[in-house]
């Protein structure tokens, strides 16, 4: 994606969300987990949806998944993104069993299809921001 990054919206990390941007630009993906019951969550919050509990633990995960539903927009949403334009965002059911929305990179809208096997990679914004973002699994890569 080659949005400006001038007056680019960029995503403010609260204390729950810091641990998942900052491993981002270490080019991992971490998300949640409950340190009482194990559930793995996306997007990150202060409670377990499954116990309850607020004790906290981060996993990096395998950042495979397949596409789940997805929508192509014509229409940028800040004049900063309309140099990117058509943008593919998915819905990704990751192996670890949560759902990741996100951009959809490196296939054509009409090859998409429910099931298309996917993982992460990431852009690095700036200094500060990497962002994740899908593309298909490369042939032959089962993991």
């Not at 059911?93 to 054509?108: F, H, I, K, P």
């Amino acid at each position: 994606m080659s949005a400006s990054t001038e007056n680019r919206l960029l995503p403010q990390p609260t204390e729950d969300s810091r641990p998942f941007w900052d491993a981002l630009r270490s080019r991992r993906l971490d998300l949640q987990t409950c340190a009482d019951c194990g559930t793995v969550r996306h997007y990150p919050r202060p409670v377990c949806p499954a116990c309850h509990s607020m004790a906290v633990a981060w996993t990096t995960v395998s950042g495979r998944g397949s596409v789940h539903s997805w929508t192509v927009s014509h229409q940028a949403f800040h004049p900063a993104f309309q140099d990117c334009l058509p943008t593919i965002l998915a819905t990704v059911d990751l192996e670890e069993g949560v759902r990741m929305n996100c951009r959809l990179e490196g296939v054509a809208p009409e090859k998409i299809e429910i099931g298309l096997p996917v993982e992460v990679d990431f852009e690095e914004v700036d200094d500060e921001v990497t962002l994740p973002y899908f593309r298909p699994r490369r042939a032959g890569d089962s993991g």
